[in-house]
């Protein structure tokens, strides 16, 4: 398999009260930018996406930490800004890519974390700015970190009524909606405009760790089946909720051809996120 890798799904914050912590420690990472950048280097990972990890409290870690940490990784790692469901932080979030417009490759909207649909008229203004300027949204889909998640917004299908009201809109369902995978393969199948990353799809071991990763692989090789390739799907980690090790494993275990393996390592992001 080609080792030419993008990570299009990363966090990092390097404080302590950021609520990923727990993942880093549970597979043994220190959760710095030093770590990372060493880790990226040892995998053949060329560039990635940065994304806000949720805080305490329940809100993300500010875009111009994110920004800020970017400049500092030698042009490995790109900005995605994160937006919160009010008028107001919609406007911040889409001034801020303005200023930044050089950096910034996609924005974010933290679907289950917020307790907004992805429907709402409150992000009206970020989806015209972000089909004017060739800009993908990330929508959080599936399971939550914390367990006070909100899955009816997060499901999947809470996406098809803005991908059919949004056809100029690219849109990436993060990691692949899980547990609904089905799903997704359907939206991404369906639209155009719809892609899906498999990040965070595992973390830790555990009695049924060897046996989940086979049931993902089938799922996701199920997926490149219905939609009659892998063009829609792209690599990413959720760094530190899943090890590179782990996640290009993943890669490993599908049954797809190796031209589609080398689609989801890096193609698919370079095209999508002009990397």
């Given at each position: 398999m080609l080792q030419r890798v993008i990570d299009a799904h990363i966090h990092l914050s390097e404080r302590?009260?950021?609520?990923?912590?727990?993942?880093?420690?549970?597979n043994n990472l220190r959760y710095t930018l030093d770590e990372l950048l060493r880790s990226m280097r040892k995998h053949k990972v060329e560039r990635g996406l940065l994304l806000s990890p949720p805080?305490?409290?329940?809100?993300?870690?500010?875009?111009?930490?994110?920004?800020?940490?970017?400049?500092?990784?030698?042009?490995?790692?790109?900005?995605?800004?994160?937006?919160?469901?009010?008028?107001?932080?919609?406007?911040?979030?889409?001034?801020?890519?303005?200023?930044?417009?050089?950096?910034?490759?996609?924005?974010?909207v933290r679907l289950g974390y917020v307790k907004t649909s992805a429907k709402s008229p409150v992000f009206d203004a970020l989806y015209d700015y972000a089909e004017a300027e060739g800009l993908p949204v990330l929508f959080h889909t599936g399971d939550t970190a914390l367990s006070t998640g909100d899955l009816v917004h997060s499901?999947?299908?809470?996406?098809?009524?803005?991908?059919?009201?949004?056809?100029?809109?690219?849109?990436?369902?993060?990691?692949?909606?899980?547990?609904?995978?089905?799903?997704?393969?359907?939206?991404?199948?369906?639209?155009?405009?719809?892609?899906?990353?498999?990040?965070?799809?595992?973390?830790?071991?555990?009695?049924?760790?060897?046996?989940?990763?086979?049931?993902?692989a089938k799922k996701i090789s199920a997926a490149v089946y219905f939609a009659g390739g892998a063009e829609k799907i792209i690599f990413g980690t959720d760094y530190p909720v899943t090890t590179y090790p782990e996640a290009l494993a993943l890669v490993r275990r599908l049954e797809v051809d190796e031209s589609d393996k080398e689609m989801i390592l890096w193609r698919n992001a370079e095209r999508v996120f002009g990397l």
């Open positions: 302590p009260d950021d609520d990923l912590n727990r993942f880093a420690k549970m805080l305490h409290g329940g809100g993300p870690l500010p875009n111009e930490d994110i920004v800020r940490m970017c400049r500092k990784s030698d042009g490995k790692l790109a900005p995605v800004v994160t937006v919160e469901p009010t008028a107001g932080e919609v406007d911040a979030a889409v001034k801020f890519a303005e200023e930044n417009r050089k950096e910034v490759k996609a924005f974010k499901h999947p299908l809470e996406l098809d009524a803005v991908a059919n009201a949004r056809e100029e809109l690219t849109m990436v369902l993060c990691h692949f909606g899980n547990p609904w995978f089905e799903d997704v393969a359907e939206l991404v199948y369906k639209h155009p405009n719809v892609y899906a990353d498999i990040s965070g799809l595992t973390t830790g071991g555990g009695a049924y760790a060897e046996r989940y990763a086979e049931w993902l």
